[in-house]
């Protein structure tokens, strides 16, 4: 399964970007699909995902200001951010988890302070 990922760039500290990804299959019923994010020097963490039948998690970091959402199609997600911070720089991936996992290449986002 190939993930492509858009929408990163640079940003101002609170401003809003919105990031896409799509898949080349739909996703399965069991599956999820979602973001992770990896800072300079840092592990990559989960910042949101969503399953198909619409289950959401989200990071604490990100709660009240990232929204993620699945387009009409079930291959795409979109991750709405807003009250971006300096700590939310980094490389976003695309990540879809069934029985087996898959990442895409992922999409840089910068917030100047």
């Known amino acids: 399964v190939q993930l492509q990922a858009s929408g990163g760039g640079l940003v101002q500290a609170g401003g809003s970007l919105r990031l896409s990804c799509q898949a080349s299959r739909n996703m399965f019923t069991t599956e999820v699909m979602g973001w992770y994010r990896q800072a300079p020097g840092k592990e990559r963490e989960r910042v949101a995902d969503?399953?198909?039948?619409?289950?959401?998690r989200y990071a604490d970091s990100v709660k009240g200001r990232f929204t993620i959402s699945r387009g009409n199609a079930r291959n795409t997600v979109f991750l709405e951010m807003s009250s971006l911070q300096s700590e939310d720089t980094g490389r976003y991936y695309c990540?879809?988890?069934?029985?087996?996992?898959?990442w895409g290449q992922g999409t840089e986002v910068t917030v100047s302070s």
């Open positions: 969503i399953s198909t039948q619409g289950r959401i």
């Open positions: 990540h879809l988890r069934g029985g087996r996992q898959f």
